[in-house]
């Protein structure tokens, strides 16, 4: 298998005869790197999918666990970092042994259906999920996750971030570990399928949407951050998640000046010049590094012209007409 398979997970050879059979009835297409189908509204690499239905089905809930959700590239790294950081804040008080100096944050906490099932329906999870409360994390859509959570009634967080910023993001991405140069042509024909919505985890707004709603049904469930608020006021966001992963910061701590410390060790400045991010690589072989580019809010002006700025931004106002979201 080369590195550009192993990273975007394109081969099959973990599809199980059942799954295969599922595919057969599904719709499916095909992207630069291979063929995706459409379950449950959202599109998959085949033995993604595999990594999907295994969750799904065996995966058993705690109803303490924590989930954090995303569309790939939204700052997945960052809502990781930031949530560990929350979470562990008692136990790490000497910061030479911090787990952040150890590991990037996607190797302390999982995906479910990229990590931990993709390759085996019952993972040993205590492998995977060392952190208590269990930390884990996923790009499904909401509908989808529920039905691994079995009505658990586990704490989701979701991150959100400007449709044009998480598709330049994935451009510069899939340019990295595939050890290629970014081009136009490249950026071109992900735009296309991005705008389609036939794009792995696609279309976006139905998968920012499944999240909106859940927040707007059951707030103390559900909870929906933006990338971009966490820039603009990321005290107020820290706090907001705090609270809403049961662990609100004490006087004594905001006193301290807590939430700062927080925001500077999980800031991408200090985290990508850790040693482990900058050398260190997931089981995949990727290299952290590629977690961490520039971090900005409107990054897309310097690469999509005003015409595909206008299409996708029309497409995106007319899907989420009516739900009161925005993005
Ligand atoms: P994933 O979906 O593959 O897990 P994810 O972490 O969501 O990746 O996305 C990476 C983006 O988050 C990058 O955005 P950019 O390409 O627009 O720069 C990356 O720079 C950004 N990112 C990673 N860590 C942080 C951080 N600590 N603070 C802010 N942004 C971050």
């Known amino acids: 298998m080369d590195q550009d398979e192993l990273h975007m997970n394109v081969r099959d050879d973990n599809v199980s005869e059942e799954t295969k059979k599922l595919i057969s009835s599904l719709q499916t297409d095909k992207d630069s790197k291979g063929k995706i189908c459409k379950y449950q509204g959202c599109w998959y690499y085949y033995n993604t999918l595999q990594g999907v239905i295994n969750f799904q089905k065996h995966f058993q809930p705690e ?14 790294t960052w809502l990781k970092a930031l949530s560990i950081a929350l979470l562990e804040r008692s136990k790490h008080d000497d ?18 259906e990229i990590d931990m099932y993709l390759k085996s329906s ?17 790009h499904m859509p909401l509908h989808t996750v529920k039905e691994g959570l079995k009505g658990s009634p586990c704490k989701i967080v979701y991150l959100c971030r400007n449709a044009k910023d998480s598709l330049i993001s994935r451009w510069y991405f899939r340019g990295k570990y595939q050890n290629k140069e970014v081009t136009r042509s490249i950026l071109e024909s992900m735009f296309e399928s991005f705008c389609s919505g036939a794009c792995f985890y696609g279309p976006i707004w139905d998968h920012a949407l499944s999240y909106w709603r859940g927040s707007l049904e059951n707030p103390n469930h559900v909870l929906f951050m933006r990338y971009e608020e966490l820039k603009t006021e990321p005290c107020p966001q820290l706090k907001r ?31 990508s010049g850790l040693e482990v991010n900058k050398t260190g690589k997931n089981w995949m072989n990727m290299d952290y590094s590629n977690f961490f580019r520039k971090g900005e809010v409107g990054d897309w002006k310097n690469y999509l012209t005003p015409e595909m700025e206008k299409k996708l931004d029309m497409i995106i106002e007319d899907k989420l007409k009516g739900s009161g979201l925005r993005f």
Do not use: M, Q, Y
């Open 241 to 271: 998640l705090a609270e809403f992963l049961g662990c609100p910061f004490t006087k004594e701590e905001e006193d301290g000046g807590l939430v700062d410390k927080i925001l500077d060790l999980c800031s991408l400045g200090n985290l």
């Open 122 to 138: 019952t993972p040993d999870l205590t492998k995977f999920s060392t952190s208590s409360p269990r930390l884990f994390s996923t």
């Open 95 to 112: 910061p030479l042994t911090h787990p952040f100096l150890s590991d990037n944050p996607h190797g302390i906490v999982p995906f479910f």
């Open 63 to 76: 109803d303490t666990d924590i989930v954090l959700a995303s569309f790939p590239k939204s700052g997945t």
